[in-house]
């Protein structure tokens, strides 16, 4: 996104153009940042030509899916659901892990059926069924185990994953066991050796813990797998002056153990991938003036973009168009919805706003439309992907009649 004579393009769109078209709120993709961010993730890791397996729970499209598969991407999935969409997108099964603590019998019977890379197992119990199963089928089943490094990647507490008190993976003396368990199976093949400690990572120093910790248990567990599947988590920058990741101290440090074990690389970008690729576009309904503050009253709600209600985070709202007439007063960007959490952010300066002025959510298009519900029996907004100067409606908005 830019400004050109005060006025925002979305590549080469004015945003306020697109506005007069498709109904607000609707969510906003850039074609061309989608590419830019796939290239550079992989020229980060290009020594060590990973396997990346897109987050699908970070952004689900299909459309946006079948770009991703276009640029070579495999899926980590978190459901049959998921599943189903990757490989309706055009997914290769052999490019798809399936994750997740609570996988049904269901699901992985699915999984095993559509012959999956690997379902990365949480869980003695889980590998436990995933045995039953495949003696049934008479199968051998590649499956990942995934370690709880007990490392705190020093992010938000609500998407923490890596820590003792988290409910991913399993400690040490857990791993250690099921491996030496199911070491001579002949229906369970434990091939991978998975992680992922965090999301909204920009510090590289736990990925390098991360990294001793993982040298240390193929040691002591005295396997051979194939992959080591590192998660993501990697963050970006929300425009809030916050720190970059280091990728090549990261990346070093996997060279490095790559060296002494010849392994396939796997990761599960999401958020790097896909989150600064979009925003969700606005209305003003109204501008309600109290003595201390202007409430902003959007017609977008936590129903269309849950993250700021849910987490805290903090998401730049700008203008499609600049005005230069700034009112120094506290603005509070709230929704409609009858909940005081409906709020996006508080600003204590901003320019001056009235009913029907368009203005962009930003950041928005990793876990934005994912988590939209139809809370207050509202519609789920459609989604917009431009390339260059043309614009595609990827997903139209819900008719609420059909809702009711």
């Known amino acids: 996104m830019r400004y050109n004579k005060h006025r925002l393009f979305i590549e080469k769109v004015n945003a306020q153009s697109i506005a007069k078209k498709v109904d607000t709120p609707f969510y906003c993709y850039s074609f061309n940042k989608l590419k830019t961010n796939i290239n550079n993730f992989k020229k980060n890791f290009n020594k060590i030509d990973p396997l990346i397996c897109f987050s699908v729970k970070s952004n689900n499209n299909l459309y946006i899916l079948r770009i991703i598969k276009k640029f070579g991407l495999g899926a980590d999935v978190v459901s049959k659901g998921e599943l189903l969409r990757a490989l309706k997108a055009g997914i290769s099964p052999n490019k798809i ?3 997740g603590v609570g996988k049904t019998k269901e699901e992985i019977n699915f999984a095993i059926d559509k012959k999956i890379l690997l379902i990365n197992a949480e869980s003695e119990d889980e590998i436990n069924v995933i045995n039953k199963i495949a003696i049934k089928k008479k199968k051998k089943v590649n499956v990942g185990l995934r370690l709880n490094p ?16 988290d409910k991913f993976g399993v400690p040490e003396k857990i791993f250690l066991k099921i491996i030496r368990k199911f070491n001579s199976s002949s229906t369970i093949n434990i091939r991978c050796l998975s992680v992922h400690i965090g999301s909204q990572i920009l510090d590289h120093k736990p990925y390098l813990r991360m990294i001793r910790v993982i040298e240390n248990i193929i040691k002591k567990s005295k396997n051979k797998f194939d992959y080591i599947d590192l998660g993501g988590g990697m963050g970006i920058d929300y425009g809030l002056n916050s720190k970059k990741l280091n990728y090549k101290k990261y990346s070093s440090s ?5 060296k002494k074990y010849k392994v396939k690389f796997i990761f599960e970008p999401g958020r790097s991938i896909i989150g600064d690729t979009a925003c969700l576009i606005t209305k003003v309904i109204y501008v309600k003036s109290s003595t201390k503050k202007n409430f902003i009253i959007l017609d977008s709600a936590m129903n269309d973009f ?3 209600a849910l987490y805290g985070s903090l998401h730049r709202i700008i203008p499609t168009v600049k005005n230069n007439k700034i009112l120094k007063k506290i603005h509070d960007f709230v929704g409609p919805i009858c909940e005081t959490t409906d709020r ?7 320019q001056q706003l009235k009913e029907n002025d368009t203005l962009a959510i930003c950041d928005v298009g990793a876990y934005g439309i994912v988590l939209a519900s139809n809370y207050n029996l509202r519609p789920k907004p459609a989604e917009v992907l431009i390339n260059n100067s043309s614009l595609k409606i990827i997903s139209k908005r819900e008719n609420i009649n059909k809702i009711i």
């Not at 007990?150 to 008190?165: F, M, P, Q, V």
């Not at 996997?254 to 790559?258: D, G």
């Not at 996006?344 to 901003?350: A, D, N, R, S």
Request: proline share 3%.
């Open 254 to 258: 996997i060279e490095r153990l790559l």
């Open 344 to 350: 996006f952010l508080t600003l204590k300066k901003y």
């Open 306 to 308: 849950m993250r700021p």
């Open 150 to 165: 007990n490392i705190d990647a020093k992010t938000l507490k609500k998407i923490s994953t890596g820590r003792n008190e």
């Open 97 to 99: 892990v399936f994750s």
